[in-house]
């Protein structure tokens, strides 16, 4: 790939989103109602079989879980991987569910897939996970707390789904999964390979395989206030001395010592006001490193390579005809009045204003002609040295067999 993907046109009618335009579907359903869609992917193929989705969750570097219904008097069991073939010739028949996590990070030849729901910013995009499901297979009616696409790819899942709002007290208790105690579906479909189902935040539903069957999900996360609030904390904790405190020399003599003042209460909301505070500027930087920090809990298991040299990042760029992305890796831009920046795994870069088509290439793209790159990197101040450090650090990496 030699240019930056041409993601689809938001006025222009989707198969995938059952003819609706990209802006007509963000107006009218996205985070509001869920959709049905038959033949979003017409004649679509799973490239991956339940083998080698099993295989992968016996890799150490794989998020995987198993779910199983009617243990422990009706009950459910969750294990997590990684796996061994022994987990799997011990299963039984129906009942059982295997879901993969994070599929697009390690098999970069699925992430075409996710190329037609690019209308979103990748930044939303939290991951592609795969379930394989025997008949009955399930993991309960419950409620997510992301945008998902469930595009069937096997067999047929009957999806029952219910609108109205449920209550914080209606779920098992005891359990691992938050499944809901009494769930009344409103709608009820069956789908096959091709078909899907969006459903925005908070939509009761659950699907049953109806004989063996693959679903691939494809999730839109959204930072919760709490947890992004509480990131910010951190960052502005971490950058005080220690050495700053309240000080009140030539402070008054107390007349009633079990009073907090109100002088003493201004300065007190003062000072911490001003510890918190940042403009729109610096709190949309910060943002920027904070959203393209790749998930901790894959990162515990799924390392960026070894960086290397500045010498040996030169061969690779020099010795590669194409270059593709980390699977990892997370990059995104925001736009100044006089520079660029540039996000890379929660670090800035700060780029000048002519490193546009650049950093539009390392955004919009998740492979690379490395000529095109280095094309596009050489008029800019910095550029081949950004390259560079990509390079070594492991998030450009060179496509395997390919060289020039």
Known sequence: MTTPHAYPDP??????????????????????RPLLVRQALPGFESPLS?????????????ISRLVKEH????????????????DFTGLPETHWTLLVSDLEKHLPELRRY??????????????LMVSYAVPGGSVGPHVDQYDVFLLQAHGRRRWQIDTRPVAGDNFLPDQTLRILRSFDPEEDWVLEPGDMLYLPPQIAHHGVA??????????????AWRDLLAAWVDERYAAMSGDARYEDPARPPATDPGEIPPADLAQLISGMREAMSADDRELGRWLGRHLTEPKGELLDIMKL?????????????????????????RLA????????????????????????????????????????????????????????????????????????
């Open 11 to 32: 006025h222009a009618p989707m198969t995938l989103l059952g003819g609706l335009t990209p802006a007509r579907f963000l107006r009218d359903y996205w985070q509001q």
């Open 50 to 62: 339940p083998e080698e989705l099993a295989g992968l969750a016996c890799e150490e570097t794989v």
């Open 71 to 86: 243990v422990a008097e009706g009950g459910w069991a969750v294990r997590h991987g990684p796996f061994d073939e022994a």
């Open 114 to 127: 996710l190329e037609p729901f690019r209308f979103i910013h990748d930044w939303r995009m939290d991951d």
């Open 210 to 223: 109806e004989g063996p069957c693959m679903t691939w999900s494809i999730g839109f996360r959204a930072p």
């Open 305 to 329: 390579p070894e960086s290397m040299s500045p010498d040996a990042a030169s061969q690779v760029l020099d010795g590669a005809s194409r270059l593709e992305r980390h699977g990892a890796a």
């Open 333 to 404: 831009w925001i736009g100044g009045l006089q520079c660029v920046h540039l996000y890379v795994n929660g670090r800035e870069h700060t780029l000048p204003p002519e490193s546009a088509v650049l950093v539009r290439l390392l955004c919009g793209a998740l492979d690379y002609d490395a000529q095109a790159l280095q094309s596009a990197a050489a008029p800019v101040p910095g550029g081949a040295e950004l390259l560079l450090e990509l390079c070594a650090a492991g998030v450009l990496l060179p496509v395997a067999g390919d060289e020039r």
